[in-house]
């Protein structure tokens, strides 16, 4: 039985509430919508980006809204359609930008480009928005309470993003991120695969929930199920809540943990308990998915 399952059996669903300015971010699914607020719209999280105008008649949007959990190849598509450039130039400018990442990094800013509102001026270029977006994250990270949590589990500050990046992605609330931290915690110091959907997907380029069977086997070092220890980067940019449950866990003895349905994630430490709560998990996904209309 596979150690660590999330739930997907709903669809995720997004609700904007439009200012009268416009701001291009990120949906729950990483897609794209520039929006302008004044009305609010509704739709499902897949649908195509939506461009409205600014008062002024200009298209252009005005802030770049970059939410937690965003990996570094959606904040590259993000920043290209912000500044109307061709897909891949921000990409491309990771290496024109010399950003200032911990030397861990190896030039690779994933986990690194913090979630935050970014204004766009008028002379704003992939190079400025990418170093921004570091420097905050320096400043999030590279305080005295980060270094001091992060030495509290022995680990250093990259490893604690890379923790909080994990949690960022497994946790379904903020309530259960310090948890999820436990859980990951508990499974290093006890010598156990990590065994997290988001490290799989994360190899297969997916933003999928959960990881099929046939996707533990994936030959790479972000395969969480094969793999001992934490994977050699974050995988994605985590927020501060997440950074706070990975320096602060919430004290528990948790091995696995399950989502049975939405508000309704367990955890525990026995095997045997873990296997009935997926079975639950399965069968009201498939209940679900059998309904009309699903």
Sequence with gaps: MPG?????GYRARMQTNIPSRSSIRLTRRGRLALVTIGAVVAGTATAVPLLLLRDDGDPRPTTLVIPEGRRASQVYAAIDKALALPAGTARKSVAKARLALPAEAEGNPEGYLFPATYPLEEKATPEKLLSRMVATAHRKFNGAPV??????NAMNVYQAVTVASIVQAEASTEADMGKVARVIFNRLERGMPLQMDSTVNYALG??????????????SPYNSYERMGLPPTPIDSPGEDAMRAAINPTPGDWLYFVTVRPGDTRFTADHEEHRRNVAEAGARQRGSSERPGK
């Design 206 to 219: 997916r933003t999928t929930l959960n990881a099929k069977a046939t996707d533990t086997g994936i030959d």
């Design 147 to 152: 270094a001091a949590g992060a030495q509290r």
């Design 4 to 8: 660590l399952r999330r739930y997907a």
